[in-house]
């Protein structure tokens, strides 16, 4: 079992940029597929990047691509998601997930593991 707790997000003007990190616990965080997710007020939880357990292999969505990188030191137990040229709608809450997978996991159903969420507002 693994418990994650997400840092840095708050809030930054448009074209900004912000660092989100996300802490784990345990001792095989690098067995583990890591995912980023975001939720805005009324609307679905949505995928945003996700990182194999090597960190060799990632993905993103269409919506955040050329602009967020997701990174992972699995020294420290930590995945990263850099966040440049933020726009006003990457508003949300954004949550860090885990699953013990070989994959890249690109769809909240395929994890067990999250964490309470940081938020990140952009304001305009």
């Known amino acids: 079992q693994v418990q994650l707790v997400e840092s840095g997000g708050g809030l930054v003007q448009a074209g900004g940029s912000l660092r989100l990190s996300c802490a784990a616990s345990g001792r095989t965080f690098s067995r583990y597929a890591m995912g980023w997710f975001r939720q805005a007020p009324g609307k679905e939880r949505e995928f945003v990047a996700a990182?194999?357990?090597?960190?060799?292999?990632?993905d993103y969505a269409d919506s955040v691509k050329g602009r967020l990188t997701i990174s992972r030191d699995n020294a420290k137990n930590t995945v990263y998601l850099q966040m440049n040229s933020l726009k006003s709608e990457d508003t949300a809450v954004y949550y860090c997930?885990?699953?013990?997978?070989?994959?890249?996991?690109?769809?909240?159903?395929?994890?067990?593991?999250w964490g309470q969420g940081t938020q990140v507002t952009v304001s305009s």
């Open positions: 990182i194999s357990w090597s960190g060799g292999r990632t």
């Open positions: 997930a885990a699953q013990l997978s070989a994959a890249v996991l690109t769809s909240s159903y395929q994890y067990n593991y």
